[in-house]
């Protein structure tokens, strides 16, 4: 699927629930990981990853869809953790903040 | 990084936010979805 | 106009675990892993326990009913260097040694399909005899056995899977049934006596320690997540009835219940609804084991130089009957579904779980002792980067209540902490969804540390590939109020 549209286009949005499973995944769409299985296998795709509590994120989405979808997530989990293990990949993959 | 227009690959998880949360989420900013997955680890 | 409900109680419920480390290798995970790199087995092989290792282990003895749940948060972790002594049995159940659960495993064999060396045979007879919940006519079952040669040979075909013990001693070998149907491949045919094996123990555990007659249950509903049937029926299923004819309920049919790991919720609501309407007195609900998900963690354990803490099968059995004034409540007109319209939103799904049912009873979140959700052990899925299950569902559910104003947001660590728990059940799929603490409540239920305990389970029903959605079903025991046997609605 990553050769079916230009990089440029994609996004991979997360909704993981802790720092740990965020950067893991977020590592895997970025470098890759080759036991992956399924849509993604296997490559290392560069593709830009964000978390959907991630502010950058939320400010785009309607604040309705928001709190009917997120907002309790976002009150249980650990954000700011979150946040700042997907900013973190994306920093060190020199994906820029 | 603008979300309208650009196409979105959804990973969700049972326990975070669920791939169709994510999915209505990313139609709400104006981007298209072509990929809706949630995972489940337990 | 009003109606009166009868509402069923939980007349009991027993677990049963099996400490298979010899098995650890044919779980989903791991058996993929090995395929592609044999040097993994060695990898696995040198981190699994002994019996005694896994027999001591804290969240097994919680799960058993050695200690409550709860005694865990004390504990100083890893709870796996703890080596407390520790005996087989507990108030809910046994933890059997392998050797005996492959002696089991035969004994519920009744295609041949799993062959026995014939020394292992005597061995492991002499060690079932002492069971207290097997007979005579189940030690026939084991026969002679066969010469190691020849298990050998049979190993060497291949569609048949060698069967060791942990240090690696070949003990036997499982057959396919047919050499040209996926759905009785020997790795399908293993999970399915498996979690046979398994229900079977938990319910003859449960109608000996109640003193239950196996001639007066009716129907027998099995909940587990296993696939019983052959090339043109993959899902046939009704393993209800190989169950029912394994412990002596005679006058039984049965019916498999499937909704992932949310079964066993649905399948105690649709038991108390058949009770409620009078149309059997009591009904069997059972869950045998997940023999798949053996090691599914193993990657992060093994990273952790930890041992592989995903080494026992688990399976429960529980007896729904008419109220007899003493037995918990099971509240039917208080059952909580996760319903299309909510989609994934997990609010909606935690109101429709949570809020509605207590809000039918007038009810506050507090007003619930305990909630038992997912309760899958921290110390197996954490090392591999899957988080601590039970603790986010309880804040989520801490965090409906601040929603609601019942409490603040501050005062969210603190809910979880009284009405929540820690996890200490093995990752054993529709087991570990909020049934693990079903022994636990009807005791704390029964002799009144608890008035109302929550049970809220969820299914992944997106992983079939059928829907995109999840499921989920709560239901609400509460203390029996003797003599008051209906409520109006």
């Known amino acids: 699927m990553a050769e079916q549209y230009a990089a440029d286009d994609l996004v991979v949005l997360l909704g993981t629930p802790n720092a740990e499973s965020s950067r893991l995944y977020a590592m895997t769409v970025t470098e890759g990981d080759p036991s992956w299985a399924g849509a993604l296998a296997g490559v290392a795709l560069g593709l830009p990853v964000y978390h959907v509590m991630e502010e950058p994120v939320k400010v785009q989405i309607a604040p309705e869809v928001y709190e009917e979808h997120v907002a309790l997530m976002e009150m249980v989990l650990e954000s700011a953790d979150i946040a700042q293990a997907v900013q973190t990949v994306r920093t060190n993959t020199g994906q820029g903040v | ?42 | 106009m009003t109606q009166t409900l009868e509402q069923p109680v939980i007349r009991g419920v027993r677990f049963f675990l099996a400490h298979t480390p010899g098995l650890v290798r044919y779980g989903s995970k791991p058996s993929r892993d090995i395929a592609r790199d044999a040097t993994i087995a060695t990898a696995i092989s040198t981190h699994l326990r002994s019996y005694e290792a896994a027999m001591a282990y804290p969240p097994n003895r919680a799960f058993l009913g050695h200690c409550a749940p709860d005694t865990l948060t004390a504990m100083a972790q890893p709870w796996f260097a703890h080596a407390a002594p520790a005996s087989r049995w507990g108030a809910h159940g046994e933890i059997m040694p392998e050797e005996e659960f492959y002696g089991l495993l035969k004994i519920c064999d009744a295609f041949e399909l799993v062959r026995l060396e014939a020394g292992f045979v005597e061995e492991v007879r002499a060690a079932l005899a002492l069971h207290p919940l097997l007979t005579t006519a189940d030690l026939a079952r084991l026969g002679p056995g066969m010469p190691e040669a020849d298990i050998v040979a049979q190993c060497r075909k291949g569609d048949t899977l060698p069967l060791a013990l942990r240090d690696g001693r070949l003990i036997g070998s499982m057959q396919s049934a047919h050499e040209e149907d996926a759905s009785l491949g020997a790795d399908v045919l293993l999970e399915n006596l498996a979690c046979k094996a398994s229900a079977v123990m938990a319910l003859r555990t449960l109608l000996a320690q109640e003193q239950l007659d196996p001639l007066a249950i009716p129907y027998v509903l099995n909940s587990g997540e296993e696939a019983v049937g052959d090339r043109y029926q993959r899902g046939g299923g009704n393993l209800a009835k190989a169950i029912a004819e394994m412990t002596g309920c005679a006058a039984a049919t049965g019916v498999d219940i499937k909704g992932f790991c949310c079964g066993p919720v649905h399948a105690l609501a649709l038991a108390g609804g058949l009770v409620s309407a009078r149309v059997f007195s009591q009904v069997a609900v059972v869950g045998g084991c997940a023999l798949s998900k053996l090691g599914m963690k193993y990657r992060g354990h093994l990273q952790h130089d930890q041992p592989v803490l995903e080494d026992v099968l688990a399976a429960v059995a529980i007896l729904v009957g008419a109220d007899d004034g003493v037995s918990p409540r099971l509240r039917l007109d208080a059952l909580g579904r996760h319903t299309v319209a909510a989609g994934s939103s997990q609010k909606a799904i935690f109101e429709q779980l949570v809020s509605q049912p207590l809000t039918q009873l007038g009810l506050r979140f507090g007003d619930v002792d305990k909630y038992a959700t997912e309760l899958h052990n921290p110390e197996v899925t954490e090392p591999a980067g899957s988080g601590n299950v039970p603790q986010l569902n309880y804040r989520v559910i801490a965090g409906l209540a601040a929603l609601h104003k019942e409490i603040t947001p501050a005062q969210v660590p603190a809910f979880v902490a009284t009405h929540g728990m820690p996890g200490f059940s093995p990752t054993q799929g529709h087991i570990a969804s909020a049934i693990p603490f079903l022994g636990h409540a009807v005791d704390g239920l029964r002799n009144g540390t608890f008035q109302r305990v929550m049970f809220l389970a969820k299914g992944s029903l997106f992983l079939g590939r059928m829907t995109q959605m999840a499921d989920g079903m709560s239901l609400l025991l509460e203390r029996n109020a003797a003599g008051t046997h209906e409520e109006t609605l």
Request: aromatic fraction near 4%; glycine fraction near 12%; charged fraction near 20%.
């Open chain 2, 1 to 42: 990084m603008q979300l309208q227009g650009k196409k979105i690959i959804a990973l969700g998880e049972r326990d975070g936010v669920q791939g169709s949360a994510l999915a209505a989420c990313a139609r709400s900013a104006g981007a298209d979805v072509v990929l809706e997955t949630t995972y489940c680890f337990v």
